[in-house]
């Protein structure tokens, strides 16, 4: 079995409707996460929250202002790099760095 | 009221013609078993044998077929076992005793309503937080992936598991999942899982080995509450 290996999480917060590049942020973040060949990401949208503007975000016919949570999980280095990038791309939200033990299982490719 | 876990198992031999005071010894040793709370027995009339007076006992031999050995078994605890063992070693004056350990997977009792208030564990404090990232599309035997690994989690007596899809990404696997309207949907799915630090260890063996491609993540939580009923110990005022 593999070992589990230090790696680190990062967690953005933001809301649906936040655009980046005539795209919405989340698709632009993802993106450029490949571009800088970060090891993956992950996108989810909550029901409802709450954040930097205090307003509630909740699914309205016609608005997206779900929040969105994106997590990603690489080496120290790797979110060290991605930090300051996405910090760019983004207007208002929040981003969490948290210290987490990783597994890597990518048995397709080792065939 | 049978737990989770390892017991021992104890199978009896006689003859079902072995008597002992007005009935057959058999029916003494299942009542004797009854009485002592013993969480279930079962007796099974074998179709043929021989034991200690090498004759053989067969329904074929019409003579012989009042002489047929039986077979009784019952699971208990280890404890309980070694209380019983030596009554049972007086009644079976002709026959066999064989313990061996064994593994208890599943104790349930559907049709009984718990009597008492079940007991409840709690965690409080150092506690890990378990994400385990994968395909929706990603099978195993059969079923998908996620309803797998939340069966299993359930069956190795994990705390809780909750699954998360998410609307967009890419990981090991290489390719970016992304919602189509009407192609398959192989959107990215997250199980995350809260639990002591040696329930997540016991467990993490056998998930691994049920994911192709993915990833496991492992965090340092502080459980506030999060408290489990154990159903298993529901019926222990019975």
């Known amino acids: 079995m593999p070992e589990p290996e230090p790696a680190r999480m990062l967690r953005l917060h933001f809301v649906e409707s936040d655009r980046h590049g005539g795209k919405p942020l989340y698709e632009a973040v993802v993106e450029r996460c490949r571009e800088l060949g970060i090891a993956g990401a992950t996108v989810f949208r909550g029901l409802e929250g709450y954040g930097e503007s205090a307003e509630l ?32 791309m983004m207007q208002t939200g929040l981003m969490a760095v948290s210290d987490v033990e990783r597994i890597r299982l990518e048995r397709s490719r080792e065939l | 009221m049978l737990r989770k876990g390892t017991a021992k198992k104890v199978t009896i031999y006689v003859n079902e013609d072995t008597r002992a ?21 079962t007796a099974t009339r074998a179709m043929a044998g021989f034991g200690g007076h090498q004759a053989m006992h067969s329904s074929k031999i019409e003579a012989r077929a009042e002489h047929l050995p039986v077979r009784i078994e019952f699971i208990e605890a280890a404890p309980k076992v070694d209380e019983l063992l030596p009554t049972l070693y007086d009644m079976v004056t002709d026959g066999l005793i064989e313990v061996q350990d064994t593994t208890v997977v599943k104790a349930a009792a559907a049709e009984r309503q718990p009597e008492a208030t079940p007991h409840r564990e709690e965690i409080r404090g150092k506690a890990r937080l378990m994400r385990i990232y994968m395909g929706e599309a990603d099978r195993w035997k059969g079923e998908s992936l996620y309803e797998a690994i939340v069966k299993r989690l359930r069956m190795l007596d994990v705390a809780g598991a909750t699954v998360y899809r998410g609307i967009l990404g890419y990981g090991a696997k290489g390719h970016t999942h992304k919602p189509g309207l009407w192609v398959s949907r192989d959107l990215p799915v997250m199980v995350s899982v809260v639990d002591t630090p040696e329930k997540l260890s016991a467990a993490l063996p056998e998930i691994e080995a049920m994911i192709g491609d993915g990833l496991i993540v492992f965090s340092d939580v502080e459980a506030i509450r999060l408290v489990r009923a154990l159903p298993e110990a529901a019926d222990a005022g019975t």
């Open chain 1, 57 to 88: 975000h909740r699914h309205q016919i016609g608005r997206h202002e779900q929040p969105i949570v994106v997590t990603i999980v690489d080496t120290a280095q790797n979110i060290r790099i991605l930090i300051p990038v996405l910090e760019n």
């Open chain 2, 21 to 41: 005071h007005l009935g057959p010894l058999y029916e003494a040793i299942l009542t004797f078993l009854l009485s002592k709370g013993v969480a279930g027995a």
